[in-house]
């Protein structure tokens, strides 16, 4: 059966109020740096008291989230962050110093304040998150981006595997338990990849290979994470061909356990893993008659296979529990 379309109307709603939770309020120690942020520009995502991530934005990825729960409701529960609102913070803000205010935006001494949306840490509940930030489609920027910079995406897509695959791996972090240390690769990794390279950053980003090296095993939990995110990546692309959007410059985020987890008796338990869009500011809304965003879709047209590749891989290892 077909996935149900997350039809659009021809107007745009009203926005949603999501009116900002308490714990997310921000206090003197409120805003902290992320310690599992992988791309993006240094210090753009502070965590909050209660999970809460404040990211720097812009008013088009906060007027995006804030209209998702009607125009894509479906995509929105299953593969959005959790949205809470927006605030306005200083993100040059030292660990513990006074970092902004609440949703009003009201100034904070002679603090910059900058809009922050606020959304679910994807990271939680995982003792060792593996973390991966791939950029997604061929399009890297919004309709509103000036001659000169749309040249310059232009030329980066062509320089990168973005615009050969629609995917360039943006930054990656992995737990390795035989080492008990964590490696963490920036966007210069994903840049130095050719399209014919990719599978080695899937790979690495899985925990499979340290450099040119593949290793002699595989956790059972790794696998069956592996598992579960090419079929949570399946039913992304199922639903993506039903809603009519443009992601421009989008990612998607993808989490996993990174400590290898027991084997249960006689049960077969669910893995925890994370796969959802982020990024959303050179998103927009679109009528059903321009059809579903081809760019994105490219892009995890060529993610599945890569993710399936893995899973190939890691089957020919021995696996352990």
């Known amino acids: 059966m077909s996935p149900t379309p997350d039809t659009n109307a021809d107007a745009a709603p009203a926005p949603v109020p999501v009116p900002v939770p308490a714990k997310a309020k921000l206090t003197k120690d409120a805003a902290r740096a992320f310690e599992h942020q992988v791309a993006g520009h240094a210090g753009q995502i502070r965590l909050l008291p209660g999970g809460i991530l404040a990211k720097q934005t812009t008013q088009i990825e906060v007027d995006f989230l804030q209209a998702a729960p009607l125009r894509i409701p479906a995509l929105y529960t299953a593969f959005l962050p959790p949205f809470h609102g927006s605030a306005h913070i200083d993100f040059a803000a030292k660990d513990g110093e006074a970092a902004g205010a609440g949703a009003g935006g009201e100034a904070a001494g002679e603090a910059t304040l900058e809009l922050a949306v606020l959304l679910g840490n994807l990271t939680a509940g995982f003792t060792k998150p593996c973390i991966a930030d791939i950029?997604?489609?061929?399009?890297?920027?919004?309709?509103?981006?000036?001659?000169?910079?749309?040249?310059?995406?232009?030329?980066?897509?062509?320089?990168?595997?973005?615009?050969?695959?629609?995917?360039?791996?943006?930054?990656?972090?992995?737990?390795?338990?035989?080492?008990?240390?964590?490696?963490?690769?920036?966007?210069?990794?994903?840049?130095?990849?050719?399209?014919?390279?990719?599978?080695?950053?899937?790979?690495?980003?899985?925990?499979?290979?340290?450099?040119?090296?593949?290793?002699?095993?595989?956790?059972?939990?790794?696998?069956?994470?592996?598992?579960?995110?090419?079929?949570?990546?399946?039913?992304?692309?199922?639903?993506?061909?039903?809603?009519?959007?443009?992601?421009?410059?989008?990612?998607?985020?993808?989490?996993?356990?990174?400590?290898?987890?027991?084997?249960?008796?006689?049960?077969?338990?669910?893995?925890?893993?994370?796969?959802?869009?982020?990024?959303?500011?050179?998103?927009?809304?679109?009528?059903?008659?321009?059809?579903?965003?081809?760019?994105?879709?490219?892009?995890?047209?060529?993610?599945?296979?890569?993710?399936?590749?893995?899973?190939?891989?890691a089957e020919s290892l021995e696996i352990v529990s």
């Open 135 to 313: 950029k997604l489609g061929t399009q890297l920027y919004g309709d509103d981006a000036s001659p000169e910079k749309r040249k310059r995406m232009e030329q980066q897509a062509v320089e990168t595997t973005s615009g050969a695959t629609g995917l360039r791996l943006c930054g990656v972090k992995v737990f390795h338990a035989h080492t008990g240390q964590y490696d963490v690769h920036d966007r210069s990794f994903g840049r130095s990849l050719t399209a014919d390279q990719l599978h080695v950053g899937i790979e690495t980003f899985f925990g499979l290979r340290v450099g040119d090296a593949v290793l002699a095993q595989v956790a059972a939990s790794t696998l069956a994470a592996m598992v579960a995110i090419r079929d949570k990546l399946v039913a992304l692309r199922e639903m993506m061909a039903v809603s009519y959007t443009r992601m421009y410059g989008g990612s998607v985020l993808i989490v996993y356990e990174g400590l290898p987890q027991p084997a249960v008796a006689d049960a077969s338990p669910e893995p925890h893993v994370q796969v959802r869009l982020v990024d959303f500011s050179h998103a927009k809304y679109v009528d059903a008659s321009e059809g579903p965003d081809t760019s994105l879709l490219f892009g995890l047209d060529h993610l599945i296979p890569l993710v399936n590749g893995a899973i190939s891989l």
